[in-house]
């Protein structure tokens, strides 16, 4: 198993500009989310997946945007990027909703807005 | 609604000395409880947690939590410190009725082990 992954590792934009940060696991995972970590902050939602096609905010969802078409992926989208949205953002999944199952986290991708 | 406090941004711990890392909480009803370590670019790999029962949790690599409901805390511990502890420790907690299954981190604690 690969376990959780994510691309690309890095990358930087220029304000306004959009991308996709991509999020895949292979271990079957009902439930999938994305965090962003800042300085201080620790990692903060942004949101989460209870199951394909079903998609929820977190606690930062603002300026992001989620699909889940496939138990598998979880793609993260930033439709205008700002500065603020500089962070290192992590894709994390576990096997079921309400049981006590520990998340499975991805390497992170560091974005830089400029 | 659910959070999580670190109260020490920092704790430094000479090797071979026993640590602590401190973590408060709040949920309605039950807790789920967690640690998670990460070391320098790394992504976040759990340690252990609390679901029910016994107070006291083992963990993966020596590490071990307190719980106590009473006083709202799941303090992180270890007997004897060592230099490759030295990472950012994560406290994570969710409710056992929250039907929004969210799982919320804590700001984080580094530990510095000097040898």
């Known amino acids: 198993n690969a376990g959780v992954t994510q691309t690309p590792k890095f990358q930087v934009l220029k304000t306004g500009q959009s991308m996709t940060l991509q999020c895949a696991q292979d271990m079957n995972h009902e439930y999938m989310s994305w965090y962003r970590q800042d300085p201080g902050m620790g990692l903060r939602l942004i949101h989460y997946?209870?199951?394909?096609?079903?998609?929820d905010q977190g606690e930062v969802p603002n300026g992001y945007n989620v699909s889940r078409s496939t138990t598998e992926d979880f793609p993260l989208r930033l439709l205008s990027a700002a500065p603020s949205q500089t962070s290192v953002y992590f894709c994390?999944?576990?096997?079921?909703?309400?049981?006590?199952?520990?998340?499975?986290f991805g390497p992170g991708t560091r974005l830089t807005v400029t | 609604a659910q959070s999580v406090a670190q109260p020490e941004d920092q704790v430094n711990v000479a090797e071979g000395n026993p640590l602590t890392v401190k973590c408060t909480y709040s949920v309605s009803g039950n807790p789920y409880l967690f640690w998670y370590v990460q070391y320098p670019n790394r992504g976040l790999q759990f340690l252990l947690k609390?679901?029910?029962?016994?107070?006291l949790v083992k963990g993966s690599y020596g590490f071990e939590a307190e719980f106590n409901k009473s006083q709202t805390s799941f303090h992180l511990k270890k007997p004897s410190a060592l230099v490759s502890d030295s990472a950012l420790y994560f406290c994570?907690?969710?409710?056992?009725?929250?039907?929004?299954?969210?799982?919320?981190f804590g700001s984080g604690t580094r530990l510095l082990v000097r040898p």
């Open positions: 997946s209870v199951g394909a096609g079903i998609t």
């Open positions: 994390a999944s576990r096997q079921g909703l309400a049981g006590a199952y520990e998340q499975y």
């Open positions: 994570a907690v969710r409710g056992t009725m929250d039907s929004s299954y969210k799982l919320i």
């Open positions: 609390y679901i029910t029962g016994d107070n």
